[in-house]
């Protein structure tokens, strides 16, 4: 027993189970876990070897989870948080998500698996409309008044794509890849080299998010083209005037394509930046900003809807259905 570290929470003197996770040690009750769970349903019903591992004379499992991970599904299935934490609007922590997708597909616990897919979906959607890129953690939680569902599914920091990437390719829901794909081409470049140098990113995923990284880059003069191409409403009826000020604007913020940076694409016109909101002050005529916003819109939406042939994914996309 020295060896092992006893659980601090989940070690009951009356549990009939030992399960070892890593070197730390749960003594739990059988009928709990096989109640919530066929897979430890079926292990519990096999014949136990005569030489079998005993602690306090008990047989002891052995599992390949992390302690983290499987503390957390214990906390569900011991702790009743699985009623609260279903329809319940507030964010889960993202370690708590992904341990309850890997435990849901293992030991075949449908409940938090859909509960872990569900909302990883919310934060990595199939539709423009459903992308909110104000989800993600800086240095404090996002401001929920800003989010468009008015609540945050999961507390996400950007560089958590990274493991979406690993997981969807895990678990077989391509469905998630375009857009956690999206949020990795986001990163510093150094990040993504580490995480290839600590076995957290494949190399061909990472070639991906580089390509992904540079065709989007040059989308983001294709979106802002309209301010440069200077094409005014039909209705205008200050033509010099209006293409001016888009000129003018144009060169102020994409001055020459070499200087170009790719931050976000998917912002709606109002809220992508000072640009915008510089036409309107200095006096576009209202018939131009609406067809700004229009051109503006439909090249943000090419976009989406290209977004898994940028980033080299042969998946149907945007999905039937969405």
């Known amino acids: 027993m020295d060896a092992y570290i006893r659980h601090h929470d989940f070690w ?13 040690v749960f003594r739990l009750h059988r009928g709990v876990l096989a109640r919530h ?13 005569l030489n ?4 306090d004379e008990l047989p002891v499992v052995e599992v390949l989870d992390t302690s983290e991970d499987f503390t957390i599904l214990l906390s569900v299935l011991y702790d009743g948080d699985l009623r609260r934490i279903l329809g319940a609007r507030e964010p889960l922590p993202f370690p708590t998500v992904s341990a309850f997708l890997r435990l849901g597909f293992k030991y075949h616990i449908a409940v938090i698996r859909e509960e872990a897919i569900y909302r990883l979906g919310l934060c990595f959607p199939t539709t423009l409309e459903d992308y909110d890129p104000d989800i993600f953690m800086q240095r404090e939680m996002p401001d929920v008044r800003r989010i468009k569902r ?12 990274i493991e979406v990437v690993n997981l969807a390719h895990s678990f077989d829901l391509d469905n998630l890849l375009p857009s956690a794909y999206y949020v990795c081409a986001q990163l510093p470049t150094f990040k993504l080299c580490y995480a290839v140098e600590e076995n957290r990113l494949d190399t061909l995923d990472l070639i991906r998010i580089f390509d992904g990284h540079k065709e989007l880059t040059m989308l983001e003069f294709q979106k802002t083209s309209v301010l440069f191409q200077q094409r005014t409403s039909e209705q205008c009826k200050t033509v010099e005037f209006c293409q001016t000020i888009m000129g003018d604007i ?18 709606a016109p109002k809220d992508d930046g000072s640009w915008w909101k510089s036409l309107a002050d200095d006096g576009l005529c209202q018939g131009c900003l609406e067809h700004v916003s229009q051109e503006y819109a439909e090249e943000i939406n090419w976009i989406w809807s290209n977004l898994a042939e940028i980033f080299a994914l042969d998946i149907p996309w945007p999905p039937s259905g969405s």
Not at 12 to 24: K, Q
Not at 52 to 55: A, F, G, S
Not at 150 to 159: E, F, H, T, V
């Open 12 to 24: 009951f003197d009356d549990g009939n189970i030992v399960i070892l996770a890593e070197d730390t």
């Open 37 to 49: 769970s066929e897979v430890f349903r079926d292990m519990f019903g096999l014949a136990q070897p």
């Open 52 to 55: 079998e591992h005993l602690i």
């Open 150 to 161: 008015g609540w945050l599914p999961i507390a996400l920091k950007r560089s958590d794509a």
């Open 250 to 267: 144009a060169l102020e913020y994409h001055p020459d394509k070499e200087t170009l940076t790719f931050q976000e694409c998917f912002k």
